[in-house]
C-alpha cells in the first residue's frame, strides 16, 4: 500500500519535471521564433510561431505518456491490455457464478483428491523409459475407459483424450526425478480427481506417478493418544480422534498421497471395542490408546491400515 503510494508519487513528479522542462524549451523556441521572424517551410512568421507552441504542448503529452509506460507497468497495462483484461476478468467472474452454482445447487459426484479408478499400475523398478511410456499409455487408456462406462452413469460427461496426451504422457515418464525414482523403487501409478466434479461436468482427472517405496513398517507404532478412564469415555471417539491423527502422521510424515493418507481403517484392536470400553468405564487414570502399523505400508497398499491397542498409562 505505502509502495503503491510512494511510486505514483514519484511518477507524477517525474512527468511535471519532464513537462517542465519541455515547456520551457518550446517557450523558448518559440519566442526565438516570433523575436527573429523565422519561418518554417516558408510560412509566416505568427503561423510558425503558432506551430511551434502546438508542437511543443503536442510532444509534452507524448513524452509524458511514455514516461508514465516506462516508470509504471499499471500505465504500460492500461493503454495495451484493456481490453483483453476485461476479457478475461468477465470470463473469471462467469466461472465463479458457475462454480458457485454448482456448490450451491450442484450434485457433488466426485471429490478433489478422490481416487477416481479402483486400481493401480507397478512399474518395475530398472523398467527403461520407452517401455515405462508404454505401460504407462496403456494404463491411461484403461482408465479413460473404466471412467467413460461408470462415471457418465453417475452424470458426469464422457471424457476425450486430447490431442497432445502423448506428449503429456511422456513428460511425466521422462522427468528426471521419475528416472531416478524407478531406478530404486518399483513405480506407482494411479488417477485421482484434480477438482471437485459436478453432475454434468466433463470427467477431468490428474495421472499421478510416485515412488512405490515402503513408507511404514508392521507394528512401527504410528500415534497414541491419551484418554482418561471413567464413566464418561467414548472408545469409538478417541479411536476416531486416533484415526485422524494416523491420516495426518501418514501424509506429513510418511510421504503419502492424499487419498491413501485418509484411508486409514482400524483392522483390529486388542481388547475388542466392547472390553476396551468396559476397561475405561471402570477403571480410573489414563490410558495410552495406540495405534501400530498392520502391515508393511506402501502407496500400493491404498491406505493405511492399523491395529490398535489399549493399555493403562502408569
Do not use: C
Not at 90 to 95: P, V, Y
Not at 145 to 161: D, E, I, S, V
Not at 233 to 248: F, H, K, M, T, W
Amino acid at each position: 500500500m505505502v509502495a503503491d503510494i510512494v511510486r505514483g508519487t514519484l511518477t507524477i513528479l517525474i512527468i511535471m519535471i519532464v513537462s517542465g522542462v519541455i515547456a520551457y524549451v518550446g517557450d523558448r523556441v518559440g519566442h526565438q521564433v516570433g523575436r527573429k521572424r523565422l519561418t518554417l517551410f516558408g510560412i509566416r512568421p505568427r503561423y510558425t510561431s503558432t506551430i511551434v507552441a502546438v508542437g511543443t504542448g503536442m510532444i509534452i503529452a507524448l513524452l509524458a505518456i511514455l514516461v508514465a509506460i516506462i516508470v509504471s507497468q499499471q500505465v504500460k497495462t492500461a493503454l495495451f491490455r484493456m481490453n483483453q483484461i476485461s476479457l478475461q476478468i468477465t470470463q473469471l467472474q462467469a466461472q465463479k457464478n458457475d462454480l458457485e452454482s454448482k456448490v450451491n445447487t450442484g450434485q457433488l459426484v466426485v471429490r478433489v483428491d478422490s481416487l477416481m479408478v479402483p486400481f493401480f499400475k507397478k512399474i518395475v523398478k530398472g523398467t527403461a523409459e520407452d517401455q515405462r511410456l508404454k505401460q504407462m499409455t496403456d494404463f491411461y487408456h484403461q482408465s479413460v475407459q473404466w471412467m467413460n462406462a461408470n462415471y457418465t452413469q453417475l452424470g458426469l460427461r464422457k471424457f476425450t483424450p486430447p490431442t497432445d496426451f502423448e506428449k503429456k504422457l511422456n513428460d511425466i515418464a521422462g522427468q528426471p526425478s521419475v528416472t531416478v525414482a524407478g531406478l530404486n523403487n518399483d513405480l506407482l501409478v494411479y488417477v485421482t480427481a484434480d477438482q471437485n466434479l459436478y453432475r454434468n461436468d466433463e470427467i477431468h482427472f490428474q495421472l499421478n506417478l510416485i515412488a512405490d517405496s515402503k513408507r511404514m513398517g508392521k507394528g512401527q507404532n504410528i500415534a497414541y493418544l491419551v484418554i482418561p478412564g471413567g464413566h464418561n469415555a467414548d472408545v469409538n471417539l478417541a479411536v476416531g480422534e486416533l484415526v485422524q491423527i494416523v491420516s495426518n502422521v501418514a501424509s506429513r510424515y510418511g510421504g503419502l498421497p492424499p487419498f491413501f493418507a485418509t484411508n486409514t481403517r482400524v483392522v483390529q484392536t486388542f481388547p475388542d471395542v466392547g472390553a476396551m470400553q468396559l476397561a475405561l468405564n471402570k477403571g480410573s487414570g489414563n490410558y495410552a490408546l495406540t495405534a501400530f502399523a498392520a502391515e508393511d505400508i506402501y502407496p500400493h497398499t491404498g491406505g493405511v491400515p492399523i491395529v490398535v491397542t489399549l493399555t493403562k498409562t502408569k
